[in-house]
């Protein structure tokens, strides 16, 4: 399928992205934060023909720009940005964890822009958006000496202390939790992160918690829900925010984990197919 080169200007330079295909517009968020968008192309394949797929590098990695500020607020304004360069005046929105989180906030934000959102197995916005809950699983399904050193090193993260090696490392080592059976995980692709962005856009995910949670019930655009049944992400992450979003759903798939397309095919086709169809 033919692919064509996005380009968008913003605060701090350019963010760029890929366009493929025909039919309604949806715009992917990839998750992380900090987190190269390449393993969301997967996502796009799943969804398959019949829409016009953008994608965009968050900022933080190149080629977009490696320059911040790394906060909720620059990452809406990001996605208005990316929009116009499109020359969108409308189009659906689907992000995958972190980027099922933004998604909301959009919807908050930019609803006027906006077909539809679908949030797949999405960082919570309610209460502390699962992320205790999240945390406690992944550490219950990866083996002791792993966590440890994990932990270790997201906590240098968090500080600003850590390398991108030290990121990919922890990453590797809880790789497979984030799938319904960790035994049978597949190795993890090739990936890249951005330190400061995670550790910076993380704590203004924290800070803007309870500012979303006020303003799900005042978004009007279709919202649903893709959960994977085996998350490590719990189910309230999704069912906490439909239950005050107006005429939201939530589609639950089983024995899928956190990249539920992959455990499950054709998922987030028919998740996608269902929202353009309301």
Known sequence: MDTRELRARVAGGKLVGWVRGEGPRLLLLHGGPGMAYSYLDDMADDIGDGYTIASYQQRGLAPSTTEGPFDVGTQIDDVAHVLDALGWDKAYVVGHSWGGHLAMHVATRLGDRLDGVLCVDPLGAVGDG????FEAAMSARTPE???LRATELDERAMR???TEEDALESLRLVWPAYFADPATAPPMPPMRLAVQSYAETFASIVAELPALAAALPSIRV?????????SPMPAAACTDAAAVIPSAWVETVPAAG??????APGCARAAVQRLVAS
């Open 130 to 133: 699962q992320m205790a809950a």
């Open 145 to 147: 000496a792993d966590r």
């Open 160 to 162: 600003g202390e850590g």
């Open 222 to 230: 279709p919202v649903g829900f893709l959960a994977g049944g085996a």
């Open 258 to 263: 956190h990249f539920p397309w992959h455990e």
